[in-house]
């Protein structure tokens, strides 16, 4: 739908994808986050000038068609939609031409080995990085122990020299 030429807007929730597919059709965005990536997808369509963001939480009819007629009379954010349109699009080859490339460059060289991350051979633990985070636990287990230890003798130490003092 969104590149239909009689789109003049794109009430989105900034997911990636419809965020790409607003890009490459040059339909400025009407954005409503929901969920994580989309409200900075929003925040840098917003910094971009191609759209207006509106909170689901504080959503109302007026909101929503005062931020509509804002973008659609407000030409820059088509012409800057279409600007970074035609950026999206100034590319060396097609998807597709590049999908193939790659398929048959792994078929080229053997199924690319060299290309294998080595992540894929590593086992879980290591990948997540539990190993690293055990040993730094264990190491702020030793000095908060180390800590509370030297806490305590300070405090048998002071209480001990004002028992002398008493006597």
Same mark, same amino acid.
């Given at each position: 739908f969104s590149g239909h030429p009689n789109v003049k807007l794109f009430i989105s929730h900034c997911g990636w %994808?419809?965020?790409?597919?607003?890009?490459?059709?040059?339909? +400025? &965005?009407?954005?409503? +986050?929901?969920?994580?990536?989309q409200h900075n997808n929003l925040f840098r369509l917003k910094e971009l000038g191609v759209g207006e963001g509106l909170s689901f939480s504080a959503l109302t009819k007026d909101k929503v068609l005062n931020a509509i007629n804002? &973008?659609?009379?407000?030409t820059s954010y088509a012409s800057n939609m279409k600007r970074l349109s035609a950026i999206f699009h100034d590319q060396p080859e097609t998807p597709l031409e #590049?999908? &193939?490339?790659?398929t048959e460059y792994v078929l #080229? *060289?053997?199924? !690319? +080995? *060299? %290309? #294998?991350?080595? !992540?894929v051979d590593m086992p879980l633990y290591q990948y997540l990085l539990l190993d690293v985070g055990l040993v730094l636990l264990l190491l702020l287990g030793t000095v908060l122990a180390t800590l509370v230890l030297l806490f305590r003798l300070l405090r048998r130490v002071l209480r001990n020299k004002s028992k002398q003092k008493q006597q």
């Open positions: %994808l419809s965020t790409q597919e607003a890009i490459y059709f040059g339909v +400025p &965005v009407v954005g409503i +986050p929901f969920y994580l990536d804002t &973008v659609i009379q407000n #590049r999908a &193939v490339y790659w #080229r *060289h053997g199924g !690319a +080995p *060299h %290309l #294998r991350s080595v !992540a």
